[in-house]
């Protein structure tokens, strides 16, 4: 049994989002490790998009799923940085650490660099500005996940697997025009 976001369709809103927002250069930061495949599908979601294909690598950057990750990044990556006008994180808290270090080498966000997180965090409403992200119905997933649940405690012979798929919605906030 699996309850999930659709991160392939979110992953698509995302990159739709900066290229109909006037980017013109966009490239994703995915993480690893990757135990359960979100990242692959979220990459492949936006290269759908980006490329119109899923198997164009030179927009994919895989770094720690972490702060430091998304931080480090940047420090390491700034003359790349300068060249793009749009990037798409695959988790939100790799995108708080690429706005600190974005602010700490005078780089504006949004007015030089859009950005989307993903996951929709309690701090991503907190940041300055605060971050466009992806919204995953957490909610949604776990009344079915516990719906779930208790259909197997009442029937435990039950051996048919549920797999769910659930809407992700783009959240505009300050990382975006």
Not at 29 to 45: A, I, M, V, Y
Not at 64 to 71: A, L, M, T, V
Not at 74 to 86: A, H, P, V, Y
Not at 163 to 169: A, N, S
Request: hydrophobic share 40%.
């Amino acid at each position: 049994d699996y309850f999930l976001p659709d991160n392939r369709k979110g992953a698509r809103a995302a990159a739709s989002f900066l290229f109909k927002n006037g980017c013109k250069k966009v490239i994703t930061l995915s993480g690893t490790p990757d135990w359960c495949g979100e990242f692959e599908n979220r990459t492949k979601g936006f290269l759908t998009v980006a490329r119109g294909d899923e198997k164009a690598s030179s927009l994919v950057y895989q770094i720690p799923c972490s702060f430091i990750g998304g931080y480090m990044f940047i420090k390491n990556n700034l003359s790349l940085i300068k060249t793009i006008d749009g990037i798409f994180i695959q988790a939100d808290i790799m995108a708080i650490g690429v706005i600190f270090a974005l602010s700490e080498a005078g780089i504006r966000v949004p007015e030089d660099l859009q950005i989307i997180g993903y996951d929709d965090i309690p701090l991503a409403d907190e940041l300055v500005p605060p971050l466009t992200t992806i919204h995953q119905p957490r909610e949604k997933m776990t009344v079915a996940a516990c719906r779930r649940i208790k259909e197997l405690l009442s029937n435990p012979g039950d051996g048919v697997p549920v797999q769910e798929l659930f809407e992700p919605t783009l959240i505009k906030r300050g990382t975006t025009f």
